[in-house]
């Protein structure tokens, strides 16, 4: 079985595992196992045959701006129609609207198996995607109609555009303008770091873009817009594409530096509510980030556990040398590696049911709790997604030596491609505050307490001889006590919560993994999977400690520390 | 003041306050602080005026192998015969063999300003110095003289194949043959990661070469040889350039596999003591290692730096954005990687030093200690320096954001380039093998009680109120506990060790960094290298229990675990 539908086959089994499945087939009786499955291996099929073939290339070809316009690499725009034609792009938007209807989980286990097969060209079905969902919810009927059928037909494409040169994770002093003259609304500014913001895979495209309407500060004067490249009597939008950026991978994505010079566009929603309605958008955009990690991190651990059983070095001189997956040594780190990846796996799962479970959820408190435990996980997914994707990689790396280095195989391809993702759809440094200011400060605790109370739930029961719960059920705990002295900064000591937002969503992601690699040891019937939770639940009390301690370091001198190191000039 | 010479200023600085200095300058009069200041000011002079414009363009560039020869980028060649002409090649070379008879130390204070110009480049002098520290020890008096003035003076160069398709870790397994015909040796076989085995930066090419000379099984067989790429008679000899490797970075050097077709030779040393001779030059490469990820590391650490004080983001949105250097994320994120490059600066040298004053060293027993001391250094320096460039080229990619992932920084690069320093040179896994089972195992950790001895020594002599000192004691006494267990795994219970070996070598390098973070709190007349060496030793003893719970739990059931998750086929 290749590397694909094994990965589509594991995410059957660990959907089927994860405790808000039942609930989620009650609704849908229709997406028994042998569906799900059925509906994965196409996804398999598709990633592999289609999006696979163009990846390699891409990366070598990149993108070109010739005359004012984008042209993707070769062979993504047949590609990108085909994923629009079987239906992948639009999985989880309504059918009414030109989507398939099925659950966000299911569509997050095809992503990953796409993003898998070629990262660069699923970006623009990522925002397109999202988008869908953005105009689905706040654009008016018209623009509805006109757009979300077409987005995921691959007729029309869209992006999103929030990023300026002085407003990167500083959403509020965006200064594009957008002003009503005549009528017709008018966008004015630079955008950059735009992916897709131009190119040739789809016959329109549309720009879902922030822009300030009102004096008022912050984020309370940005408006919504939708910005489409070409007017209604076919003349060219006022907008242009003044450059690609450079990067160090991700080549088959175009990342634009766009002006808008007054170009005509659409109001989305309400005014002064433009950052309130992205949102809806950015948590879809910030679950795809881990999704693509997840499936770049599968991909490179299957690459290294292939690579050990092949290559041949050591033991006694003698004699044959022996597959370098009898060394310890390199059983440890295919074990590290691995394990992570598997976790990860369970867990970008269990967060995408999460998300379909709220919209089956009647009773408004268990609904408020559940959009409460998205919301505090939502952080850790896209921070520990992206993270591990670029660390397996490395790792993967170390496992192949020289060999790995060398464009002969598609891991450095994948270290340079994944290293951005800690960096898009919100940095680390920002999701910590989200996760630490935000979800622990300002909203009480609701997701942790939901996370814990369901975490312990599920836990007690199931008893179990093999000291696995007793693992988790310590680092559930550990990670309370944390979050109650972390809770206590807000009055006391904001500042110290500055530094330890980061150690503290480390010490989150402990918690998760810990649930997650515990669910794994419960597969019985998946004993690989279920050995590999063994051994990242071992690890992780070990890990736990390092980031409390630094959690609890962080209320000391650290500025005093600074301010010595780097005086100001 | 320049990055460069800031860097330089530091080395001088540091040097002065290793307790090793005091002895190196009682033999060596003549480099008071002054002179040691001068050479490497100009040393940082010639790295940015000579190398760091050629480094960016190399990468973009790359070499290119046409009609069966490599040329190297545009401007190499002349930055190469600078360097040679300016002496900087055979720095520590005998002047009676075309070198400046300088210490060791301050080759490597020089070669890691070099390194921060232009790593591609400086990997060609890296290899004809090592090979001038070999061929002076081995090679006989016609050939020496023949061979070492010209690799200082630029006229020649030289290379270290070792690596074969199925002997990489694992040298023993060399099938390269030297055989000996009507009185010439010849060399048939292929060599693989030969690093500027062609190029045409110099008149001469030597590849200093192990190949098999008898059917003795493993390393006894090998025998060391200087392969010239050109006959005495000017004709070429049998080597063919087979290709280059296509490698994620590192564009400026050419990595070869190359063919040898009876290649004509010259025996070096005696037959069958290859690998044993080849350790002298293997050992000046792995420190040489260390100090190219120093370099890079200092480098995209004064990048992070600069960056945070111009970038202007947050804060009041009413008000002026604020420079991000004022977040308690962005500090924490630019303490920990600035604190990492300066221990390692202080570490680097130390280990520098200890190179010198075994050589100064008249007591066998003494030398011995120090001898074991830097055996026990060295797989540390090699392994954390390499690791050091690539995790701070990764948290300086992060404080930039999204601009270090583009070209527009050189950081990128550095990431690129510095990824493959923990592969060559010995992987991590095979450091962590010579660390826990030669130097602990084998040589009774004499290497590590030499270390321990002068680290408390040096601990010993100064008292202070800062809680420095308990830190650092501490940690050498929980590493020496740890050492003791690892030592016991010796006899009964061989395969926990490689399981263990690497989060063992790890450890170690805490108590190492333990060491030389203390040394910086000290340098009272360097408030920022003591504020930074304060928060590093404050971090350690949480990462510390980290590695050491890894190294306990190596004994359990890892094999059972990883052959249920890989089985055998």
Redesign the interface.
């Known amino acids: 079985m290749t590397g694909f539908q094994h990965q589509a086959q594991t995410s059957a089994a660990l959907l089927a595992a994860l405790p808000g499945w039942a609930a989620l087939q009650a609704a849908r009786p229709d997406l028994d196992r042998e569906t799900v499955e059925a509906i994965l291996s196409e996804a398999a099929r598709f990633a592999e045959g289609r999006l696979a073939p163009v990846n390699g290339k891409a990366d070598v070809q990149g993108c070109q701006l010739v005359s004012g316009r984008v042209s993707a690499p070769q062979g993504f725009a047949e590609a990108y129609q085909a994923l629009a034609n079987d239906g992948w792009i639009g999985m989880d938007v309504a059918e009414d609207l030109g989507g398939q209807g099925l659950p966000v989980v299911l569509h997050t286990a095809a992503q990953m198996l796409f993003d898998r097969g070629c990262t660069s060209l699923m970006m623009l079905a990522g925002s397109s995607r999202a988008a869908s969902h953005l105009l689905a919810a706040h654009a008016d009927d018209a623009v509805r109609a006109d757009w979300v059928p077409a987005l995921c037909s691959g007729h029309s494409a869209a992006t999103i555009c929030i990023?300026e040169p002085?407003?990167?994770?500083?959403v509020?002093?965006i200064r594009t303008r957008g002003e009503k003259r005549e009528g017709i609304w008018r966008i004015t500014g630079q955008k950059?770091?735009i992916s897709f913001g131009d190119h040739d895979m789809a016959s329109r495209l549309g720009h879902c873009l922030l822009a300030r309407t009102s004096d008022a500060?912050?984020?309370r004067g940005l408006s919504l817009f939708l910005v489409p490249d070409t007017l209604e009597d076919g003349r060219r939008n006022a907008i242009v594409i003044e450059r690609l950026?450079?990067?160090?991978?991700l080549h088959g994505s175009p990342t634009c530096a766009m002006q808008f010079e007054g170009a005509e566009a659409i109001l989305i929603g309400e005014e002064g509510r433009g950052l309130a309605q992205l949102f809806t958008m950015m948590e879809f955009m910030r679950l795809q980030t881990g999704a693509q990690g997840l499936g770049l991190s599968l991909s490179v651990a299957d690459i290294a556990?292939g690579y050990i059983?092949d290559r041949?070095?050591?033991g006694d001189?003698?004699g044959q040398?022996l597959p370098i997956?009898a060394?310890?040594?390199?059983?440890?780190?295919?074990?590290d590696l691995?394990?992570k990846a598997a976790t990860l796996h369970m867990a970008v799962l269990d967060l995408a049911l999460l998300l379909d479970r709220i919209g089956l959820e009647p009773a408004p408190q268990a609904r408020a709790a559940l959009e409460a435990q998205a919301a505090f996980t939502l952080p850790m997914i896209k921070t520990f997604g992206a993270e591990t994707a670029?660390e397996t990689a490395?790792a993967a790396?170390?496992v192949l030596?020289?060999a790995?280095?060398?464009?002969?195989w598609p891991v450095?391809q994948v270290?340079?491609d994944s290293?951005?993702l800690?960096?898009?759809e919100g940095?680390?440094?920002m999701q910590?505050?989200d996760f630490l200011m935000r979800r622990l400060w300002r909203e009480d605790g609701a997701g942790l307490k939901s996370f814990l109370a369901s975490a312990r739930n599920e836990s007690n029961q199931f008893a179990s001889s093999d000291g696995c719960g007793q693992l988790l059920d310590a680092l559930l705990q550990d990670f309370e006590c944390l979050s109650a002295e972390m809770d206590g900064l807000k009055t006391g000591n904001a500042?110290?919560?500055?530094?330890a937002?980061?150690p503290y969503l480390r010490a989150g992601w402990i918690a998760v993994s810990a649930l997650n690699a515990w669910r794994l040891t419960r597969l019985h019937g998946q004993?690989?999977l279920?050995?590999?939770g063994?051994?990242r639940l071992?690890?992780l009390?070990?890990?736990f400690?390092?980031h409390a301690?630094?959690c609890r370091?962080?209320s000391?001198n650290?500025?005093?520390?600074?301010e010595?190191?780097?005086?100001p000039?």
């Open positions: 990023s002085d407003a990167g994770s500083d509020g002093r950059i770091w500060p912050g984020t950026e450079e990067k160090m991978g556990a059983k041949c070095q050591g001189p003698k040398p997956a060394h310890g040594d390199v059983r440890r780190q295919v074990m691995s394990s670029f490395s790396m170390q030596g020289g790995g280095y060398t464009r002969e450095e270290l340079r290293r951005v800690a960096i898009y940095t680390t440094g910590a505050q500042r110290a919560g500055e530094y937002a980061e004993p690989r279920a050995a590999l063994r051994y071992e690890q009390s070990g890990e400690s390092l301690g630094k370091s962080a000391g650290l500025d005093d520390l600074f010595t190191a780097f005086p000039a």
